[in-house]
Structure formats: C-alpha cells, structure tokens
Nanobody, 116 residues
Framework: QVKLVESGGGQVQPGGSLRLSCAAS????????MSWYRQAPGKERELVAQISSAGGASSVADSVKGRFTISRDNAKDTVYLQMNSLKREDTAVYYCNARLSLRNYWGQGTQVTVSS
C-alpha cells in the first residue's frame, strides 16, 4: 500500500522556520521524483519544490527561492522541505508528491500557517 505521510506543519510567526517531512512507503522511493506542492484557500495548487530521484538536482519556485530548500534521504525514504524566513503568503496546505512516469502519488497534506 502506497503511503506518503507529511509532518512538521504548524503555526509560526513571520520570519520563522519550519521543516516539513514526508515519509514514504509502499513503493521504490529512490526511483521517484519527489515534490512539494501547496494550496492556499481559494487558490490553485502550485509546485513549490522538486528533487530528482537520486537527489542530485533540485529546483524551487521563484516565490520561495532563497528561503526554501528541498532535500531527500533515500536511506530513510523521506523527503524534506526546509522553510526559512516564512511570510504570511506562505500560509497553505503543503502536499508531498511522488512521480514516476504515469505513477503519481499524493500525501494528505499538512497545514502551515504564518501569522503573528
């Protein structure tokens, strides 16, 4: 059974940091491109960051460049999103995604709220 379980969300003040984790099981994690998406209320889901299967290549959206970093540990079947200098506009539900060819898996999401 495929599972992607996100954790690490919560409420933080502007300028603060959070580290999201996504633990995977039920598939060959090291073969999949992993991504973080987010969806704010009333907005479409958007790609935040992506990392290649081996971890050698990654990218982040322009809106979070210089503040967010994606990484993965294939030995632990886990992908991370380090979020620094958080802004109110980063408030959203953050989703973990695994993709390989036509296989596409989603986690249930974790809420991140940036508020004073």
């Amino acid at each position: 059974q495929v599972k992607l379980v996100e954790s690490g969300g919560g409420q933080v003040q502007p300028g603060g940091s959070l580290r999201l984790s996504c633990a995977a099981s039920g598939f060959t994690f090291s073969s999949y491109v992993m991504s973080w998406y987010r969806q704010a209320p009333g907005k479409e889901r958007e790609l935040v960051a992506q990392i290649s299967s081996a971890g050698g290549a990654s990218s982040v959206a322009d809106s979070v460049k210089g503040r967010f970093t994606i990484s993965r540990d294939n030995a632990k079947d886990t992908v991370y999103l380090q979020m620094n200098s958080l802004k109110r506009e980063d408030t959203a539900v953050y989703y973990c995604n695994a993709r390989l060819s036509l296989r596409n898996y989603w986690g249930q999401g974790t809420q991140v709220t940036v508020s004073s």
